[in-house]
């Protein structure tokens, strides 16, 4: 195995390990990919680049608004997400887009299929962006991005979970 952290065969594993880590809802493990000043975000398909201070995001979240999240999400009194939606996500075309000593910008492909009691089987397709950092303690999520591909938004219901 290669000691490039941001080796590709790496951020694969390691994007692949996320993914897992979500559709289990092992959020607390999560959580601790997420670098301290992580920030979680799924930006409008109208201004995809928009900032989140003059941009109506779906998700803009800084770490604090991420733990408060997750804390939602794993309370049964969460409807949205009580009993949690089960989850299946497919990474692909991974690829390392710039890097420097401990920081690496990589961007990938997602399909996401959400099975919830009583509702069909809603599918999100799009695109990821993470900003990954090289820690000590291996690879940590620095930002991540989601764009979702799909023109209409209020069709695919409500994105309660982690996309």
């Known amino acids: 195995m290669s ?6 065969r790496a951020i694969e594993d390691f994007l692949y390990a996320e993914a897992a880590l979500l559709d289990e809802w092992r959020l607390d493990d999560w959580l601790a ?11 409008p398909n109208d201004t995809p680049d928009g900032d989140p201070r003059g941009t109506l995001f779906i998700v803009a979240d800084d770490i604090q608004r991420i733990r408060a999240r997750v804390t939602r ?5 969460a409807h949205a997400e009580y009993p949690p939606s089960r989850t299946r996500r497919m990474i692909g075309n991974v690829r390392l887009l710039e890097r420097s000593t401990h920081q690496a910008e990589v961007a990938s492909n997602f399909v996401v299929w959400r099975f919830r009691r009583e509702e069909r089987i809603r ?4 695109s990821y ?3 990954l950092r ?9 930002a991540r991005v989601a764009q979702i591909d799909a023109y209409e938004l209020g069709a695919l219901g409500s994105v309660s979970f982690i996309l």
């Open 129 to 131: 962006r993470h900003t």
């Open 3 to 8: 000691a490039d952290p941001f080796d590709r």
């Open 33 to 43: 990919l997420l670098t301290e000043d992580a920030t979680y975000r799924v930006p």
């Open 123 to 126: 599918e999100y397709v799009g």
């Open 134 to 142: 090289s820690t000590a303690a291996g690879l940590r999520i620095a």
């Open 73 to 77: 999400l794993k309370d049964r009194n």
